[in-house]
């Protein structure tokens, strides 16, 4: 075997062990296992230990981006399972105040950003980009939570999720825009309004198969005489509507996971779909997902001055999200104490936040510095969210009617 192939390997069970022997260790302390997934990750990277510069792994130029692009395949399935977790007549019963929250909590994080990042020396372009970073949430590490706490398919999960889909199109939409004025796209007026055309006909076009389309083809699928076909048929309809979310509708791969996941729940092969692609999922892809977070963070490259800008932003990003998701949900008549909990579960950053910082640097309108400290905004941002929605559900003894048996850790 090639020395290449066995880095890999290798590499990918320390990553397992470090994501499972870390989870276990958050659980005795009373916190999500992916928290400790998550600071496992921060260990290992070049935050601290710097795994992928080690004498074993130094030589393989491709061992980051291929544990990358297995990150990606797990937090795709852990959408899709998240999605599976919901009946989707109860996610459209939260339409209201995801609507509210998933808007005021893009505006409240960009328009705090931009002030914030102008205020410590930012051009108007730059301002504008960081203030996008900030606005983008990331639900897999919250619903990974709530799957655990048993409470994904209350009223607070529904509507973090519904919040989540509105977001994420606000979120591309308003970088397409942002795209237009500073980086130089072209089309004016009309690249806005074909943005918003493919991300409705994506909409449509998924919803009417996942409707009428995908409940025959999976009978069909059931019947085929071969190992696992359910199971082969779901992992390819999940990955083709992944594609189809970001080629075709503009959106978060993960986005088009989650709509598969929640017309699959509809079917009668729900648990073993379930149990299936769990076993897949958490066995092997999501915990190098989690891990792979902190791979990608070296906080060391934020020095001097800079720090106060990146902790300025860090508390911006954590408070901006419960007052604007927070206050969407208190206006559309949530409790106080349901309002605090959705506005924590959509604190956590990742893709389409890297995705706006990474556009903007190749763009030359984020300079490497501030490109850190988004880094290390949503690297904190991430791991102070499941904690802290631990700890606002520390008194909900008894979960809610019909919620799942957690997700494994």
Same mark, same amino acid.
């Given at each position: 075997?090639?020395?290449?192939?066995?880095?890999?390997?290798?590499?990918?069970?320390?990553?397992?062990?470090?994501?499972?022997?870390?989870?276990?260790?958050?659980?005795?302390?009373?916190?999500?296992?992916?928290?400790?997934?998550? $600071?496992?990750?921060?260990?290992?990277?070049?935050?601290? =230990?710097?795994?992928?510069?080690?004498?074993?792994?130094?030589?393989?130029?491709?061992?980051?981006?291929?544990?990358?692009?297995?990150?990606?395949?797990?937090?795709?399935?852990?959408?899709?399972? !998240?999605?599976?977790?919901?009946?989707?007549?109860?996610?459209?019963?939260?339409?209201?105040?995801?609507?509210?929250?998933?808007? $005021?909590?893009?505006?409240?994080?960009?328009?705090?950003?931009?002030?914030?990042?102008?205020?410590? @020396?930012?051009?108007?372009?730059?301002?504008?980009?960081?203030?996008?970073?900030?606005?983008?949430?990331?639900?897999?590490?919250?619903?990974?939570?709530?799957?655990?706490?048993?409470?994904?398919?209350?009223?607070?999960?529904?509507? &973090?999720?519904?919040?989540?889909?509105?977001?994420?199109?606000?979120?591309?939409?308003?970088?397409?825009?942002?795209?237009? &004025?500073?980086?130089? !796209?072209?089309?004016?007026?009309?690249?806005?309004?074909?943005?918003?055309?493919?991300?409705?006909? /994506?909409?449509?076009?998924?919803?009417?198969?996942?409707?009428?389309? =995908?409940?025959?083809? %999976?009978?069909?699928?059931?019947?085929?005489?071969?190992?696992?076909?359910?199971?082969?048929?779901?992992?390819?309809?999940?990955?083709?509507?992944?594609?189809?979310?970001?080629?075709?509708? @503009?959106?978060?791969?993960?986005?088009?996971?989650?709509?598969?996941?929640?017309?699959?729940?509809?079917?009668? /092969?729900?648990?073993?779909?379930?149990?299936?692609?769990?076993?897949?999922?958490?066995?092997?892809?999501?915990?190098?997902?989690?891990?792979?977070?902190?791979?990608?963070?070296?906080?060391?490259?934020?020095?001097?001055?800079?720090?106060?800008?990146? %902790?300025?932003?860090?508390?911006?990003?954590?408070?901006?999200?419960? %007052?604007?998701?927070?206050? @969407?949900? &208190?206006?559309?008549?949530?409790?106080?104490?349901?309002?605090?909990?959705?506005?924590?579960?959509?604190?956590?950053?990742?893709?389409?936040?890297?995705?706006?910082?990474?556009?903007?640097?190749?763009?030359?309108? $984020?300079?490497?510095?501030?490109?850190?400290?988004?880094?290390?905004?949503?690297?904190?941002?991430?791991?102070?969210?499941?904690?802290?929605?631990?700890?606002?559900?520390?008194?909900?003894?008894?979960?809610?009617?019909?919620?799942?048996?957690?997700?494994?850790?």
């Amino acid at each position: 075997m090639s020395h290449e192939f066995l880095s890999f390997i290798l590499a990918v069970a320390l990553i397992i062990v470090a994501a499972k022997l870390s989870g276990y260790l958050s659980i005795r302390i009373g916190q999500p296992s992916v928290l400790g997934e998550l $600071l496992a990750g921060l260990i290992l990277g070049p935050t601290l =230990l710097n795994m992928y510069h080690w004498p074993t792994f130094a030589h393989d130029e491709m061992l980051a981006e291929v544990i990358k692009m297995m990150a990606e395949l797990g937090v795709i399935f852990l959408m899709m399972l !998240a999605g599976l977790e919901l009946h989707l007549n109860e996610l459209l019963d939260s339409g209201k105040v995801a609507a509210v929250s998933g808007t $005021l909590g893009v505006i409240t994080p960009l328009l705090v950003g931009m002030g914030l990042a102008m205020a410590f @020396g930012a051009g108007l372009a730059e301002a504008v980009f960081i203030g996008l970073a900030l606005s983008a949430t990331s639900v897999s590490i919250s619903a990974q939570t709530l799957m655990e706490l048993n409470v994904l398919r209350s009223p607070v999960g529904l509507a &973090l999720l519904g919040a989540a889909v509105f977001d994420d199109i606000l979120v591309i939409l308003l970088l397409s825009i942002a795209a237009i &004025l500073f980086g130089g !796209a072209v089309g004016g007026l009309g690249a806005i309004g074909m943005t918003i055309f493919w991300m409705v006909a /994506y909409l449509v076009g998924a919803s009417l198969i996942g409707l009428f389309v =995908l409940p025959t083809v %999976i009978r069909l699928a059931n019947r085929l005489p071969v190992s696992q076909s359910i199971i082969a048929f779901v992992i390819v309809i999940t990955l083709l509507s992944s594609w189809a979310a970001e080629v075709i509708g @503009g959106m978060a791969a993960i986005t088009g996971a989650f709509l598969v996941g929640l017309f699959l729940a509809r079917t009668p /092969y729900k648990n073993r779909i379930e149990e299936g692609v769990s076993a897949l999922a958490f066995g092997f892809f999501v915990p190098i997902f989690f891990v792979n977070i902190g791979l990608e963070v070296n906080m060391r490259g934020i020095t001097g001055n800079l720090w106060w800008f990146a %902790i300025a932003l860090t508390i911006a990003a954590v408070l901006t999200k419960i %007052i604007g998701c927070g206050g @969407g949900a &208190l206006l559309t008549g949530f409790s106080r104490m349901d309002s605090l909990r959705l506005g924590i579960g959509m604190v956590s950053r990742g893709e389409v936040g890297l995705i706006v910082a990474s556009f903007a640097v190749s763009q030359g309108l $984020l300079s490497h510095e501030n490109f850190s400290i988004v880094i290390f905004m949503v690297i904190i941002a991430t791991l102070v969210t499941p904690p802290m929605l631990r700890a606002v559900y520390s008194n909900n003894q008894e979960p809610t009617k019909g919620d799942q048996t957690p997700a494994p850790a």
